[in-house]
């Protein structure tokens, strides 16, 4: 298993979300972690041979998650990283009885398809978002 989860926030992180982001990042959900994000956030990598290719970060103030951020290198997408990303993002917040939540664009397919795996609910909102919420895995 490649995922470790870190303790900090650290510019090498930034700087891959700056580079690989997509534009699909939140800013207020960079901005957050960019000051040093806050004790007990889930931040998870996955380095293959040392080098970051992935990493998930998620918030959990209120027993909800917030400010999360999936993000797969370019050269490395499409193998599952972010899909196993997120699910282990999703256990370990359930082991502290955060509930995952996500909010995606509906026009971002890449991350429908790997929120669509990971979460058993979700609503349309706004007509252009796809809200997804917590609950048992989706049979894959
Ligand atoms: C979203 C993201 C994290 C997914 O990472 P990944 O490692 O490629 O994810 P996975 O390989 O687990 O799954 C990606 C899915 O998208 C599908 N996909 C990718 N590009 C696609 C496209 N252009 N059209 C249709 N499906 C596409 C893949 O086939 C895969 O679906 P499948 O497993 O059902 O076949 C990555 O694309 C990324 O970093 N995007 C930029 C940042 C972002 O948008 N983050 C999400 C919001 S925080």
């Known amino acids: 298993m490649e995922i470790a989860r870190v303790s900090q926030v650290c510019p090498e992180h930034l700087g891959f979300i700056r580079a690989n982001g997509d534009r699909h990042i939140r800013q207020k959900s960079f901005d957050y972690y960019k000051a040093g994000g806050s004790e007990g956030d889930i931040l998870l990598e996955y380095r293959i041979d040392g080098e970051l290719v992935g990493l998930s970060f998620t918030?959990?103030?209120?027993?909800?998650?917030?400010?999360?951020?999936?993000?797969?290198?370019?050269?490395?997408?499409?193998?599952?990283?972010?899909?196993?990303?997120?699910?282990?993002?999703?256990?370990?917040?359930?082991?502290?009885?955060?509930?995952?939540?996500?909010?995606?664009?509906?026009?971002?397919?890449?991350?429908?398809?790997?929120?669509?795996?990971?979460?058993?609910?979700?609503?349309?909102?706004?007509?252009?978002?796809?809200?997804?919420?917590?609950?048992a895995p989706c049979a894959e």
């Open 59 to 135: 918030a959990c103030p209120n027993g909800h998650s917030k400010y999360s951020i999936t993000v797969v290198r370019r050269d490395f997408r499409n193998r599952g990283i972010g899909t196993a990303l997120l699910k282990a993002k999703k256990e370990l917040a359930a082991a502290r009885g955060c509930q995952l939540r996500s909010l995606v664009a509906q026009s971002n397919t890449p991350s429908v398809r790997m929120c669509s795996r990971v979460f058993s609910t979700r609503e349309v909102q706004d007509g252009k978002y796809l809200f997804y919420d917590g609950g």
